[in-house]
T-cell receptor, first 114, second 112 residues
Framework: EAGVTQSPTHLIKTRGQQATLRCSPI?????VYWYQQALGLGLQFLLW???????NRGNFPPRFSGRQFPNYSSELNVNALELEDSALYLC?????????????FGPGTRLTVL | DQQVKQNSPSLSVQEGRISILNCDYT??????FLWYKKYPAEGPTFLIS?????DKNEDGRFTVFLNKSAKHLSLHIVPSQPGDSAVYFC???????????FGTGTRLKVLA
């Protein structure tokens, strides 16, 4: 069974640009979560999508946004990039009861903002 | 304010000995806890979980203990193996929001 996939693996942008990160969940999973892991920090919750809708978001500014498509894949968009947005962005998916199912993570996209 | 804390950023243990990784949380409403292991350049992988209605869960070499009164959980790895060397994250599920809140991780190094 294929796991969670993310693309691209690495992304280099400059300040002020926009970045788009993509995630495909495990087949059958309807929930997708996005996390940011900045250097020296733990995983910070960004966004949760389920059945195409945003269910919850973490303490991040509105320039972090995303969407979930009918096939349950997801995009994370970061507008007006800032240097401190440089981080590993991880996507995870889970089944229909997210509070009791484990989240399965993808390998991440490393975003570097110059 | 960090709701899930892993106060030891790193831990070194001799192969064959016990590794104990600790995690503290502040929100008594958290009802489910998980441990993830992360190797460099890979996403975290699920290791073991525990519901708040239990105080212990065991899976092979891995045992998680939950002390609700102290708001503390720990992961025991016995015996430790060099392949266990990784960063370990504990996470807590917030039942009201379905968020998973992670600690900052503990880097475990098992010495051969």
């Amino acid at each position: 069974e294929a796991g969670v996939t993310q693309s691209p693996t690495h992304l280099i942008k400059t300040r002020g640009q926009q970045a788009t990160l993509r995630c495909s969940p495990i087949s059958g999973h309807t929930s997708v979560y996005w996390y940011q892991q900045a250097l020296g920090l733990g995983l910070q919750f960004l966004l949760w999508y389920d059945e195409g809708e945003e269910r919850n978001r973490g303490n991040f500014p509105p320039r972090f946004s995303g969407r979930q498509f009918p096939n349950y894949s997801s995009e994370l968009n970061v507008n007006a990039l800032e240097l401190e947005d440089s981080a590993l962005y991880l996507c995870a998916s889970s089944g229909q009861e997210p509070s009791y199912n484990e989240q399965f993570f993808g390998p991440g996209t490393r975003l570097t903002v110059l | 304010d960090q709701q899930v804390k892993q106060n030891s950023p790193s831990l070194s243990v001799q192969e064959g000995r016990i590794s104990i990784l600790n995690c503290d949380y502040t929100n008594s409403m958290f009802d489910y806890f998980l441990w993830y292991k992360k190797y460099p350049a890979e996403g975290p992988t699920f290791l073991i979980s525990i519901s708040s209605i239990k105080d212990k869960n065991e899976d092979g070499r891995f045992t998680v203990f939950l002390n609700k009164s102290a708001k503390h959980l720990s992961l025991h790895i016995v015996p430790s193996q060099p392949g266990d060397s990784a960063v370990y994250f504990c996470a807590a599920s917030d039942p009201g929001t379905y968020k998973y809140i992670f600690g900052t991780g503990t880097r475990l190094k098992v010495l051969a």
